[in-house]
């Protein structure tokens, strides 16, 4: 964490640029400053940006690093709140065969969100920011923010996932689903 500077901002890249479709390389040296300094960028940028995730090619880094977001997000009034997780050089050791399909956005693809089916649970072996071997299995919602980040330092995106186009909508229409979903549930 003893980065010597403040955080910045990083610029988002967006479906079309290549580096989103290279498959990421593995992280040498977790400790090396400028990778710290990367890891507070990333954690700082998806904070700003509202999203759950962000992975290294993301900010055009072509890494196998990837944060999960902890703080509740309004892009995604449905998320639990969980901490921030830094996910470095992961692997995915075994997945349920049970698969649940449910909305996913990107801050690479604004505006647009997709039904993607995605494994209900899956075991993971990671190294986090101070090089410590990891080993976490993510269930729901939070599998499926791995997976997805998981796809980003793969080259993929959520949209090579999606079964059928009609399942692609926008995001205006996705919040007016997410508002109606929680109405149902109060009553
Ligand atoms: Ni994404």
Redesign the pocket.
Known sequence: MSSKTMAMQLEITELGNPVLRREAEHVEDIGDPEIQDLIDDMILTAEAASGV?I?AP?VSKSLRIFIMAGTSSPRYPDAPKTETKVIINPEIVSVSEEVEKGFEG????PGIRALVPRHKLVRTVYRDRDNNTVEETFSDFAARVFQ??YD?INGL??LDRVESSVEIITEKEYMKLAAQHDSEKQE
Request: charged share 10%; net charge negative.
């Open positions: 995730g992975a993301q990107c801050l690479s693809i997805h980040e980003h995106v959520f």
